[in-house]
C-alpha cells in the first residue's frame, strides 16, 4: 500500500502557565488581557451551535457585552443535540462527603482517558465543575433533590464516588434549556443574533486568522458570508460517521472538516465512544440507535445465559444459569466498569454464542433485584422516561422482563486540537464542546461531557478570548473580501456539484454503506490489516459517492437531501483519516483496542514509550497524505499506570 | 405491511398546496413512523420526484422537532408520544393514513410539512428566563428547594417545545406551552422576583404573534408528548392578574 501520512513537526500547548496545576488556571486569568466594556461592544464573535457548549458560550459574551452572532442548523436553539443527553452531569461538590475533590475528579479523567488527555486542561475542567451547578441552580434547572430540599447525586460508570447530578432522564434537556434561556435572554437584550436553519460550510480565513462562515440558508438556500474578529465552533461530534448512532439525524462534522481543510488540525479522530447501554439494532430499515443512560447500571444488573446459544425467555432461565459477566471479572466496579470495559466484554459475550434476542446482538440489563429492594416506583421515579422509551420502541415491558441492549457509537473524544486556550491551531478559530478533542483523552467518562461543554461555554473560553481579541486588533471585512468570495465560490461549486451528477444511489444508500465500513473496522476492535483494507474500502466508495449519487431539487429551496449529501460527503474524508489514525496509533487505549495490543487476559494493552502523544493530524491537500504532528503528553501529577477495573 | 398515505405537499411559503397519494410497500411494524417516510422518500428519489419534507432530529421524543399531524391528530394516534416515536405496529396493512403539517396561524408552512415556529423562541426571549448573570453564582447548596417544587417545576419543564398544543387547539392557543414555562420557573424559590412580570411579557409576546386565547377546550394536552396538563394555564393566567395591578400603577 503507498504511503498514508507523513510526520511533521511536533506541537505543543504554549498557553498553559508554568508551575503547579492548581495555580494554572488562576494564573491565566490573570495574564490574560481584558477588554474594557466600552470596546467589548465594537467586537464581534461567530458563535456556530447551541448546544450546551455553543448556548453557554453565547450567553455569557453577549452578557459580557460583546456582538454575537449565534447559528444552528435546526428550527430553535433549544433543539441542539445536547437536549437528548440523560444520565447527569458530574461536580467536585463533595455534597455527600464520600471523599470527592477537584484532585480526585481530576484523577479519574485522566485515568479514565487511559492517560492521553492534557494535565492542564483536565484539572482546569475538574476546577470549575462545582461553579457549573452553581450557575445552572441560579438559573432554575430543576435538579433531583433529596427530602431535605438538597441537591442529589448518583454515582456513575468508571468512578466510586457519588457526584453526578441529574434531572430525572432528562438532564441534558434540562441544562440545555437553562443555557437557551440564557441565550433568548441575551436575544432580548439584543447582544446575540440567533440564525436558526442555517448550515455552515465553510470557514473564512484572512491572513492566516479566522474571520467568518459561509453558511446556507435552509429555507431558501440563499449562501450568505458573515463575518467578525473570532469564529467559535461548538458543533458537536462526528459519531453519524457511523450512520447508525445514538447522535441526532442531522449530527454533522461540516463544520470542523471544513476548518481542518483550512488547516485546523484535527485531533485523535480514532478516539470514539461505544456505549454499552443501547437498544439493539431491529432490522434494515433502522435509522438511529437509542441510548438507555449508563445510569440504570447503578441499579441494573448485566448478565447472559451461561449456555452458549440458549434461546430460553429469561424468565425461564435460573439465577444458577446466568452469568453476571462484568460483576464476575470486575468485582471491584462490577456494573460500573466503564464503557469501552463494558461495551467490548458484551460483544466477547455475543461473538462467544452467549448473546440474546434477535440475531444474538444483545445482552440482559435486568432491573428486576432493584425494583425487589426499592419498589418499583423508586424505580420509576429515577428511570421513567427511559422505561417508557424502552417500551415505545421494543414493544417490550422492561419492569417485567430483562431489557435487552447493545453497545453503540455515542460519543467522539477526537475534534479539533485546541490548546489551552480552546484556540486551534487557525489563530482566532477556537473550539468548545465535543466538537473539539481536549479533555477525555481516549475515553469519556460517563456525566463528562456536559460538564465539559458547560465549563468551556460558561467559564473557561470567555476567560480566553478576551486576550485573543485585546492582541489581534484585525481590519475591518466585508463579504467583498477576496477570501470571502473564494470560500463562498467553494461551497456554491460544491453543491452545484452535487446537484449535476444526478446519479442512480441515494445519499442515505451510501452513508449507510460507509457507516457499515467504519463499525467493522474502525468500531470496537481494529487490527492493522482490517483498517488498511477499510481505507480502500472507503476511497472506493467516495469516488462512486461522487459519480453515482442522486441530489433531487435545486439549491434555491428547502432542500433536505441536499443538506444531507454535504454531510455524507464530509464523513468519507473524515472516515479515512479515522482508519489512517486507528492504523498508526499500534497500541490499545481507551476506546481504542487494537487486536494486537492486549494483555494476557484480554485487556487494552498501552504502549506509553511510543504513543503517549496526542495525533494531530494536518491536511495537506485532497490527493496528498495528511500530515502527523505530537503532541507529547507530560505527566507530572499522575502516576502512568495500567488501568485495572478489577 | 402494504400501506398508502396521502401527504400534505407545498413547495413554499407561497405556493398553494394539495394533498397527495403514494403507496408504501413492505413497510415492517417495527419501523418507526418517520423510517416509513425515509423508505417513501427513498421510493421518491429512484423515480427522480422530490422527496418530502419532514422535520426531525433526535429520533427519539426530546428534541421537539418532529411535527405531523397524522390522522388528524398532532403526533399521530398514540397517546403521549412524539411523531418519532411512534411505530408501524399501530397501524393495520391497507391502511390510508393521512400525514399533514402543523396548522396554525402563527405557523407559516415553510415547505410540505416543515413549518416555521419561531414564534415560540419569540415568547421565550420575551421573558422566559430567570435573569441569573453568566459565570458568578450563589454555592448551589445555599438555595434549598423543596422536593415537591422541584418536582412540580420539572413536570413543568419537560415541555419539549414541539408546537403540537398550538397545532391541535381550535383558538391556535400557545397557553400550554406558555405556562408550561411560568410553571417551571414560577414554582422555584429562584424564580420568584420576576415571576408576575414574567408571565406577564410572555403572554403579551404570545399575543403579539397571533397565537389565539385558551378557551380551555383540552385538546392542548390531549396531544402533548410529555402530558402537561391543563392547570399549567391556570397558574400562568393568576400570575398575569397579578402582574397587572401592579402594571397600572
Ligand atoms: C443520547 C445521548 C445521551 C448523552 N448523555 C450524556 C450524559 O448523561 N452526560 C454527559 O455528560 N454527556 C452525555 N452525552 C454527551 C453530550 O450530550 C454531548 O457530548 C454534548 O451535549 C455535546 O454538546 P455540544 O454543545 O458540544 O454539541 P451539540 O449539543 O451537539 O450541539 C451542536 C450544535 O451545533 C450546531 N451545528 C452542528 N453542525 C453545524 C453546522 N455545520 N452549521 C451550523 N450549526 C451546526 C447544531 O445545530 C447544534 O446547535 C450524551 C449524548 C447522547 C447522544
Ligand atoms: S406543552 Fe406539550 S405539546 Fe405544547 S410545546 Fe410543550 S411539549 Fe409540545
Ligand atoms: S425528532 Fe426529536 S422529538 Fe421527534
Redo the contacts with the bound molecule.
Keep these: 500500500m503507498e504511503q498514508l501520512f507523513t510526520v511533521g513537526e511536533p506541537i505543543q500547548d504554549a498557553k498553559a502557565p508554568a508551575g503547579p496545576l492548581q495555580d494554572q488556571w488562576e494564573a491565566r486569568r490573570f495574564g490574560a488581557k481584558l477588554i474594557n466594556p466600552a470596546n467589548r461592544r465594537k467586537l464581534s464573535v461567530i458563535m456556530v451551535g447551541t448546544g450546551l457548549a455553543g448556548a453557554s458560550a453565547a450567553a455569557t459574551l453577549g452578557e459580557a457585552g460583546y456582538h454575537v452572532k449565534s447559528f444552528c442548523y435546526q428550527d430553535s436553539p433549544r433543539r441542539a443535540h445536547s437536549i437528548a443527553a440523560q444520565g447527569g452531569i458530574n461536580a467536585a461538590k463533595n455534597y455527600r462527603n464520600d471523599g470527592d475533590s477537584i484532585r480526585r475528579l481530576f484523577y479519574d479523567t485522566v485515568k479514565g482517558g487511559d492517560y492521553r488527555s492534557r494535565e492542564s486542561n483536565v484539572y482546569r475542567l475538574a476546577e470549575v465543575s462545582s461553579s457549573i451547578i452553581d450557575q445552572c441552580v441560579a438559573q432554575g434547572v430543576p435538579f433531583a433533590r433529596d427530602y431535605g430540599g438538597l441537591l442529589d447525586t448518583r454515582s456513575f460508570g468508571g468512578v466510586q464516588v457519588s457526584r453526578t447530578f441529574y434531572a430525572r432522564g432528562q438532564t441534558g434537556q434540562q441544562l440545555l434549556l437553562g443555557a437557551y434561556q440564557a441565550l433568548e435572554r441575551q436575544v432580548n437584550a439584543g447582544t446575540v443574533e440567533v440564525n436558526t436553519r442555517h448550515e455552515m460550510l465553510e470557514l473564512i480565513v484572512i491572513n492566516g486568522k479566522a474571520r467568518g462562515v459561509v453558511v446556507r440558508d435552509l429555507v431558501s438556500g440563499t449562501l450568505e458570508t458573515h463575518l467578525a474578529d473570532a469564529v467559535v465552533l461548538a458543533t458537536g461530534g462526528y459519531s453519524n460517521v457511523y450512520y447508525l448512532s445514538t447522535n441526532a439525524m442531522g449530527c454533522n462534522t461540516s463544520a470542523t472538516w471544513r476548518a481542518h481543510r483550512k488547516g485546523a488540525l484535527f485531533a485523535n479522530p480514532c478516539f470514539t465512544q461505544i456505549h454499552p447501554t443501547c437498544i439493539p439494532v431491529s432490522g434494515e430499515h433502522q435509522s438511529k440507535l437509542t441510548l438507555m443512560s449508563e445510569s440504570l447500571r447503578n441499579d441494573g444488573r448485566i448478565w447472559v445465559p451461561v449456555k452458549a446459544g440458549d434461546t430460553r425467555a429469561p424468565g425461564d432461565i435460573p439465577a444458577a444459569e446466568r452469568d453476571y459477566y462484568l460483576e464476575r471479572q470486575y468485582p471491584a466496579f462490577g456494573n460500573l466498569v466503564p464503557r469501552d470495559v463494558a461495551s467490548r466484554a458484551a460483544k466477547n459475550q455475543c461473538d462467544s454464542g452467549h448473546g440474546v434476542g434477535p440475531g444474538g446482538r444483545g445482552v440482559y440489563l435486568d432491573l428486576a433485584d432493584a425494583i425487589a429492594r426499592l419498589g418499583r416506583d423508586a424505580i420509576e421515579e429515577k428511570y421513567g422516561n427511559l422505561l417508557d422509551m424502552y417500551q415505545k420502541i421494543t414493544d417490550e415491558d422492561p419492569y417485567r422482563v430483562p431489557m435487552r441492549i447493545y453497545p453503540a457509537v455515542h460519543y467522539t473524544m477526537g475534534g479539533l486540537w485546541v490548546d489551552y486556550d480552546l484556540e486551534s491551531s487557525i489563530p482566532g478559530l477556537f473550539v468548545i464542546g465535543e466538537a473539539n478533542y481536549s479533555d477525555h483523552g481516549a475515553n469519556r467518562l460517563g456525566a463528562s461531557a456536559l460538564m465539559q461543554g458547560l465549563a468551556d461555554g460558561y467559564f473557561i473560553l470567555p476567560n480566553t478570548i478576551n486576550d485573543y481579541l485585546a492582541k489581534n486588533p484585525v481590519a475591518a471585512a466585508d463579504s467583498s473580501h477576496p477570501e470571502a468570495v473564494k470560500a463562498l465560490d467553494t461551497v456554491r461549486g460544491r453543491l452545484e456539484r452535487f446537484l449535476s451528477i444526478n446519479g442512480s444511489r441515494t445519499v442515505d444508500s451510501f452513508h449507510k454503506e460507509l457507516g457499515a465500513i467504519v463499525w467493522e473496522y474502525c468500531g470496537m476492535e481494529r487490527n492493522a490489516e482490517g483498517l488498511e483494507h477499510a481505507v480502500g474500502l472507503i476511497r472506493a466508495l467516495k469516488e462512486e459517492f461522487w459519480t453515482d449519487v442522486k441530489v433531487t431539487g435545486v439549491n434555491e429551496e428547502l432542500n433536505q437531501t441536499l443538506e444531507r449529501a454535504g454531510r455524507v460527503g464530509d464523513f468519507f474524508e473524515l472516515a479515512e483519516l479515522m482508519c489512517i489514525d486507528a492504523l498508526h496509533r499500534a497500541e490499545s487505549c481507551g476506546s481504542h483496542f487494537r487486536t494486537e495490543s492486549q494483555t494476557d487476559d484480554g485487556e487494552a494493552l498501552r504502549d506509553d514509550a511510543e504513543f503517549a502523544y496526542v495525533a494531530a493530524w494536518e491536511f495537506t491537500g485532497e490527493d496528498s497524505p495528511p500530515r502527523l504532528r505530537k503532541e507529547n503528553l507530560e505527566y507530572h501529577n499522575v502516576e502512568l499506570a495500567q488501568r485495572s477495573y478489577k | 405491511m402494504n400501506i398508502t398515505v396521502r401527504i400534505w405537499r407545498q413547495h413554499d411559503r407561497a405556493a398553494a398546496g394539495r394533498m397527495v397519494s403514494y403507496g408504501v410497500d413492505g413497510i415492517s411494524p417495527d419501523m418507526s413512523f418517520l423510517e416509513m417516510l425515509d423508505v417513501l422518500n427513498d421510493q421518491l428519489t429512484a423515480v427522480g420526484d422530490d422527496p418530502v419534507a419532514f422535520d426531525h432530529d433526535c429520533r427519539e421524543g426530546i428534541c ?1 422537532m418532529c411535527s405531523l399531524v397524522i390522522n388528524g391528530i398532532a403526533h399521530g394516534p398514540e397517546a403521549l408520544t412524539t411523531t418519532c416515536q411512534l411505530y408501524m405496529r399501530h397501524f393495520n396493512d391497507g391502511d390510508t393514513i393521512d400525514v399533514e403539517p402543523w396548522r396554525s396561524q402563527a405557523f407559516p408552512i415553510l415547505r410540505d410539512l416543515v413549518v416555521d415556529r419561531s414564534a415560540m423562541d419569540r415568547i421565550i426571549q420575551a421573558g422566559g428566563y430567570i435573569s441569573a448573570p453568566t459565570g458568578s453564582a450563589p454555592d448551589a447548596a445555599a438555595t434549598l428547594v423543596p422536593k415537591k417544587d422541584a418536582d412540580r417545576a420539572f413536570d413543568a419543564a419537560v ?8 397545532a391541535a387547539c381550535p383558538n391556535g392557543s400557545g397557553m ?2 406558555t405556562g ?1 414555562k411560568a410553571n417551571h420557573l414560577g414554582v422555584l424559590p429562584q424564580g420568584q422576583t420576576e415571576r408576575h412580570e414574567r408571565a406577564l411579557a410572555m403572554v403579551n409576546q404570545h399575543d403579539a404573534e397571533g397565537f389565539g386565547g385558551c378557551t380551555q377546550i383540552g385538546e ?1 394536552t390531549a ?4 402530558g ?1 396538563p391543563l392547570d399549567m394555564i391556570s397558574f400562568l393566567n393568576a400570575d398575569v392578574l397579578s402582574a397587572l395591578p401592579r402594571k397600572q400603577d
Design positions: 421537539g415541555c419539549i417545545g414541539c408546537g403540537a398544543c398550538i400550554l406551552f408550561a392542548c396531544v402533548c408528548p410529555v402537561i
